[in-house]
């Protein structure tokens, strides 16, 4: 395996008020990940939102499966599935297909959410996200091993059966000890969605406790990477573009929780200096990718050539630099 593995971010947040742009950006997301899969990238990662002003992909399930359609190795991930919006049986269905079609590349985490509006649009219950995210994973578990069984008062049995034995893959993602508790006692790996070394101490500490196997997920680059050749120029371009997708993003923030890419900028300057998101050159990226190999470790960016509505063009620009300019040069 290389040192190098980019991520392909896919998130569609953009301006979708008109449906011809946004068949362009979807086909274009699709085409992509295609291109992505051709040329040694790592990761496609899929989201899941919904009630936001400037859109974001609602069916990662879906994106999933029209990716795995068009690619033969890259993994797909859906980072993250806000699962108790589902049924748990058609839950269950869903992804054993995505685990046939993909042969095993589809591995997601599995999230609740933190906003009671996600929960209000597809009319699940808030307050009862805890029991409900106890029994989804214990249906999904029981479901995907392909026997009948009893399923609220009544024996169902759940096809296909998933292509990855013992299931498909998935983490259980969460920023609390809720979370790292529920992991742990499940023996699922843990996504925190950023370092946290604490929470993951803590978890690993549940693990021993419960008698589980921990596992937590490993970042090796969380800023958000655009590549041009004339950075300086892009910012100016395309800042409107990272700064419109960083607002919605700031609006669903919680107090209690500070996530990686939340800001509080308010320009394009002060979300620059900010270092969430870099915009640089190949060679700029190629620079880094030779100084993690000298490092021993690994190089996965995250681009995000998509985001906020950047023109397509420019998107297919930015990830064609990345292949040239830095992954054929390796």
Not at 11 to 39: T, V
Not at 118 to 139: P, Q, V
Request: charged share 25%.
């Amino acid at each position: 395996m290389s040192h190098v593995q980019p991520v392909l971010r896919i998130n569609m947040s953009g301006q979708p008020n008109n449906p011809e742009a946004e068949a362009d950006r979807y086909q274009a997301a699709i085409d992509l990940a295609e291109y992505a899969d051709r040329n040694a990238f790592g990761i496609v990662n899929v989201e899941e939102h919904h009630d936001a002003e400037i859109g974001w992909l609602p069916s990662p399930l879906l994106m999933a499966g029209m990716i795995a359609s068009r690619t033969r190795r890259v993994t797909i991930r859906a980072s993250a599935l806000l699962a108790t919006l589902y049924d748990p049986l058609r839950l269950a269905e869903d992804i054993a297909m995505l685990d046939l079609v993909s042969r095993g590349r589809f591995v997601f985490v599995l999230g609740q959410g933190y906003r009671p509006s996600e929960y209000h649009m597809l009319d699940r219950d808030w307050a009862g996200r805890g029991a409900n995210t106890d029994f989804l994973i214990e249906t999904l578990l029981t479901a995907w091993r392909g026997e009948a069984f009893d399923y609220r008062g009544q024996r169902v049995h759940v096809s296909p059966k998933p292509y990855t034995r013992p299931h498909p893959p998935f983490f259980y993602g969460g920023m609390s000890q809720v979370a790292a508790r529920r992991a742990a006692r499940y023996g699922l790996p843990f996504f925190p969605g950023q370092p946290m070394p604490e929470l993951e101490s803590y978890y690993l500490e549940q693990c021993r406790i419960h008698g589980t196997e921990g596992r937590v997920h490993q970042f090796f680059d969380m800023t958000l990477l655009f590549v041009d050749k004339n950075p300086n120029q892009a910012w100016r371009e395309l800042g409107p573009c990272f700064l419109r997708e960083s607002r919605e993003y700031a609006s669903w923030s919680k107090s209690d929780v500070a996530r990686h890419y939340q800001s509080d900028s308010d320009s394009i300057d002060s979300l620059r200096k900010q270092g969430s998101i870099e915009i640089l050159t190949p060679e700029e990226c190629l620079q880094r990718a030779r100084a993690r190999k000298d490092q021993g470790s690994r190089y996965e960016p995250i681009l995000h050539p998509l985001a906020g509505g950047i023109p397509i063009q420019r998107a297919q620009d930015c990830v064609e630099l990345f292949v040239e300019g830095v992954l054929k040069r390796v």
